[in-house]
């Protein structure tokens, strides 16, 4: 599932760890892509390293037995960041 970064300092510490702790109860792989970069979506500092801005496209995919309920809740999650987040 592709979601968008609205805030405008882009994926930093702050999104980065909520989007971690949502991420962490799922029993599903969780991760995030950007250019071909492929990290953990439950990793902070994998997160950091896409150096993803405002206005980034990020692609949202999971594996694993409640997959499709991680996708939905991390895109929420992504898509409901403040422009000022």
Do not use: W
């Not at 989007?19 to 990793?43: C, H, N, Y």
């Not at 496209?57 to 309920?69: H, K, N």
Request: net charge negative; proline share 4%; with cysteine.
């Amino acid at each position: 599932m592709e979601v968008v970064l609205k805030n405008k300092y882009g994926l930093h510490a702050r999104p980065a760890t909520l989007i971690a702790q949502t991420a962490k109860p799922f029993a599903s792989s969780v991760s995030l892509e950007k250019g071909g970069q492929v990290v953990d979506a439950k990793s902070i500092f994998g997160m950091l390293t896409l150096a993803a801005e405002c206005g980034t496209t990020l692609i949202l995919s999971a594996e694993g037995p409640d997959a499709d309920d991680a996708v939905a809740k991390l895109a929420e999650v992504i898509e409901g960041f403040d422009v000022d987040d």
